[in-house]
């Protein structure tokens, strides 16, 4: 088992995957914003008109999906081909969960790509609602889901 | 109360702060890595001087600190003055929690700046990590403590 | 008259604005983009609840005013402390006027940013609407007003 | 007719293109800026040796086009293989037209790369020439001709 | 002989790339920077464990590496599939020579994206040692060999 | 002697500025690209009218010293406040030295943007001239005077 962003001499590098085909990838991560009761009361309320909080977290996801290769050092650039997000809002826990489903054809995986999308989009409801609730928290940030490349599909609780 | 970043017709907005007086400010966020303890104990041994993940993941949260404005949408571009990260390793629980300090003399806070150092940190060791483990998940990024501006301190535990 | 981004020798330069003094400062731009008025009926429809292409136009046009001084070559870097945009539906011509406000406290105007911003809002206007209508035209981007500054206030129609 | 940029519920998405086949594809946009006739002066000396206006629009037009996927939010990223800009000086009017040209090979069109390289020279002629002329208009943005991709050729003035 | 940067009217352009066939590409570019041997010596203590300049000029080399399309106006925007960066420390001048390979498959090739990661490293070594010694500087940054695309193999001492 | 990138453990960070003055501070760095006589001859017929090697690099130049912070990890964001370019063919060795000067009121330096802004001009008369001379070099590049801040002035040559 070995880290393979790391040469023989212990060296950060980007994989080399030119070799690799081109596959379908599709990647799968959520995430959840766990926040005051009011607070998930009021984006509720924008979302039915005024101050959609959920609305700008929407493109702030999908803009920080294309730009995870310059966040994260040793990610490959990638030409992804969709990215959506999804939220749910959940009034027991008084929290949203973001889901967002990134694809590309490529050389390499799209996972960290759904995470910084997932990311991103919790970052910007923390930022929309601080104002009124700074103790809000993140919460469970992980794939659920991945196809495509030579390790094939992997599903969150297989082993 | 309400969501400042929304004007009165519900559109999003960047915050007119133009009227505020420039004050030194500081922001701490924190956030947790949990993994296998496989996972845990390869990153340990990196940090003895092969394939050092902290080290990668240090200079992504400081650069991903300095990108918070281009990544979230309604957040104020800021000169910050100090960014630094520090790690604690838990055997117990298998994880790594990434604590991040943002400081600056500006007209708004660097709450966003030092949860997007934590996120980006974060996200980084997932990457270098997850050929050897998809099943990371990111836990509990949020706000310790924040110094300055109008709104004055705030701690964690706060009403 | 001389254009104030040239050296005397011709060179390209960002104007040295060291020794001026930060002043508050305010620029409003606007643009126009007309359409087929199915296209206009699309967008107002989306305003009530689904596809709200003016709220993705609205982040598109704040994030680009912050990206000015990386798009615009001799533009100065600046802190903006507040950016907002709004938009006129107009039946008559079948149109969407955006108007944007961008405010600084700085040593440089932010007339260029306000451009910029109702520039990016146009375009993705555009873009989302395309698939319908690839015959929409952006007219008329042009400065408004202006304060702040050694030039003091200017104001569209003056000398 | 729907806008495509929206899935069922209204959200904004980035239109899922992976199954679309990559073919060649080429845009061309136009645009205008019109100015005082001693503005346009000043720019065609600058043409014979000093203070060359055109000269940086260009270099920021083509940096422009690279960064659309940056600037409008649900545009996908695509390897540009080709960007050139062309202005036409009118004195008639007083006003420089700015034809841009862009392609690439890929799953989506660069009808919006082509738009914004426009954008952005005609935005940076604005900026090097406002210290004599703050009046001057961006007018006429538009696509004239696109080819390639399953929608096939448009034409400006195509039903 | 002729700047195919350019078209015929002399205007740069990125130059049309698009009936290229795609080809595995790999470029190796070398610089060095010449210190004082207290300087060399501080590094050196680094790479045991405390202050590690050379780990964080890696990661600048490789995320600069991927920004080379942002930074240089005509270059293409490519998919690297491969980044490394190796380090020579020379006791007999002071100095450490930086070595850059990058990998792509792509119409282009990566000579820039070479050059780019080399000079971004040994400034990010400029920068963490110059509280130490203003006086470093970066010598002979060079493209050492290439390969991939219709003109060949280039190896530095080639006519 | 220490660098003071780095914390206590060993831990890279930007450093803290947060308590210096903000004073007035200018920087100039130089860089040589040395090259064959054809080349040289290539470049100064374009600086007639066909072909603006030296325009694009000037641009290029500009837009690069505005980057640095994103560029080089530990660099603190700056309000450049002025950048220019300056070059000087030299026919008895074949080169072309570029010199840049970069200005800011601002709590720290501006050296890593003088010596970006030339590292990134150079690399531009690389990239421009590649086609008809890969075997070109990049020399010297550093730091040749400073002034402002509480180390005071640097010239090259000091002790």
Wanted: aromatic share 4%; charged share 25%; net charge neutral.
């Amino acid at each position: 088992m070995e880290l393979t962003h790391f040469d023989q001499s212990g060296k950060a590098r980007m994989v080399d995957v030119t070799e690799k085909n081109e596959t379908k990838r599709v990647a799968v991560a959520t995430g959840r914003i766990v926040m005051q009761p009011e607070t998930l009361a009021l984006i509720r309320r924008g979302e039915m008109g005024k101050g959609d909080v959920l609305g700008v977290a929407q493109v702030a996801g999908v803009m920080g999906a294309k730009k995870t290769w310059e966040l994260i050092p040793m990610c490959h650039p990638l030409l992804l081909t969709g990215v959506k997000l999804d939220y749910t809002l959940n009034d027991t826990e008084n929290s949203i969960t973001v889901q967002a489903t990134v694809s590309t054809t490529g050389k390499t995986g799209v996972e960290m790509e759904a995470l910084t999308a997932v990311s991103v989009a919790a970052l910007t409801v923390y930022d929309m609602c601080k104002a009124v609730d700074k103790s809000m928290t993140i919460e469970s940030i992980q794939l659920l889901h991945k196809s495509g490349g030579k390790s094939g599909i992997y599903s969150r609780g297989d082993k």
